[in-house]
C-alpha cells in the first residue's frame, strides 16, 4: 500500500514539474512557426526607384479589385490599338520597376500591357503574400481590367509571371482561354512549395519537422481555402496553350521544382535557362538577353 502512495505521489511530482515545461515547450515551437511564416509571408516593402517615363513609355496609374484588395495599383501602358495584351505579374519581393525593362522591350513590339503590386510587395504593401494562393484570384481581375481596355485585343492574351505570380499564371490561365502565350519564370505547383523554399534561403533552416510545421501554421491560416493550397495545376485545361518555363541559375532550387513541373505539362512548351531568372534589381548583359528572349516568345505566338 505503502509502495502504492509513493508511486502515486512521484508520478503527481513528475506531473506537475514535466507537464509546465512540457507545455512551454510545445508554445515555444508553435511560436517558431508561427514567427517564420509570418516573416515569408511579410516581406519588406520594395521601392520603386523608377517609374515608366524613365522608359520613355506612356502611362497611366489605375486601380483594379479582387475579393479583399479593394485596390490594387498598376500601370496601364497602351500599346497598338487591337494589338494583344499582356499581364506581367511581378514576383515575391519584386516592384512594379523591377518589370520595367522587359515591359519597355515588349511596348517596342505594340503590346498593350498592364504591370502591377503583387500581395506583400510593392512601396506599401497592404495584403501579406499568400504565396500564389490569392494571387490567382488577383491575376483574373488583372486579366479582366486588361480586357476591358478598348487598345487591347480581348481575344489574344498573354501573361509573364515570377515565382508566386507564375503559380498564378498557371492556375489563372486555366480558366481564361484568351490567355494563348504564358511565361512562367520560377514556377512551383503548391504555395507549400514556396514556403519551404523561402524558410531554407531566408533563414538556412532545411529541416523537414519544421517545415511540416510551418506547412501547418500556413494551412490554419488559410482554412477556408485548404483545397485551393492542395489543388493541382489544372493542367489538362492549359493543353492548348503555348508556355515557356524559365528557369535560372541564381535560383537552384526553384529552378529544380520548374524543371519537374515542365516535364509534367503537355501542351505546347518550352523550357529555357539564363545565368539568372527575374529577382529584385537586374541589370547588365544577362537582363537584356531575358527581356529579348521573352518579347521574342510573345511575338511569335502573340501576333499571329
Request: glycine share 8%; net charge positive; proline share 6%.
Amino acid at each position: 500500500m505503502k509502495r502504492r502512495l509513493r508511486a502515486r505521489i512521484g508520478i503527481g511530482k513528475f506531473s506537475r514539474a514535466f507537464l509546465p515545461a512540457a507545455a512551454i515547450l510545445f508554445v515555444g515551437i508553435l511560436a517558431l512557426f508561427g514567427f517564420l511564416v509570418y516573416k515569408v509571408t511579410h516581406p519588406a516593402s520594395i521601392p520603386e526607384p523608377v517609374n515608366p517615363s524613365f522608359y520613355l513609355l506612356p502611362s497611366l496609374e489605375v486601380t483594379f479589385s479582387s475579393s479583399d484588395r479593394p485596390e490594387i495599383p498598376g500601370w496601364w501602358i497602351p500599346g497598338l490599338k487591337g494589338a494583344p495584351g499582356i499581364v506581367l505579374s511581378p514576383g515575391y519581393g519584386m516592384s512594379r520597376s523591377d518589370v520595367l525593362s522587359l515591359a519597355a522591350v515588349l511596348h517596342g513590339s505594340g503590346f498593350n500591357l498592364l504591370i502591377y503590386d503583387q500581395r506583400g510587395s510593392g512601396t506599401s504593401p497592404r495584403k501579406p503574400s499568400t504565396l500564389g494562393l490569392y494571387e490567382t484570384e488577383d491575376l483574373i481581375q488583372a486579366i479582366q481590367f486588361l480586357k476591358s481596355r478598348p487598345e487591347s485585343n480581348r481575344d489574344r492574351l498573354g501573361i509573364w509571371g515570377v515565382d508566386v505570380g507564375a503559380l498564378a499564371a498557371l492556375r489563372a490561365a486555366a480558366s481564361v482561354p484568351e490567355a494563348q502565350a504564358i511565361a512562367v519564370d520560377g514556377a512551383f505547383e503548391s504555395p507549400y512549395d514556396f514556403l519551404d523554399l523561402q524558410i531554407s534561403e531566408d533563414f538556412g533552416l532545411n529541416y523537414p519537422i519544421l517545415h511540416f510545421g510551418c506547412r501547418q501554421i500556413f494551412g490554419l491560416l488559410h482554412i477556408g481555402a485548404i483545397s485551393a493550397i492542395n489543388a493541382q495545376i489544372p493542367l489538362q485545361a492549359l493543353s492548348n496553350r503555348v508556355i515557356l518555363f524559365i528557369e535560372g541559375e541564381n535560383r537552384r532550387s526553384l529552378g529544380l521544382l520548374t524543371s519537374a513541373l515542365y516535364k509534367k505539362i503537355q501542351p505546347q512548351k518550352e523550357l529555357i535557362s539564363f545565368k539568372a531568372s527575374r529577382i529584385h534589381m537586374m541589370s547588365g548583359e544577362d537582363l537584356k538577353s531575358y527581356d529579348r528572349q521573352v518579347a521574342s516568345f510573345f511575338s511569335v505566338n502573340l501576333q499571329q
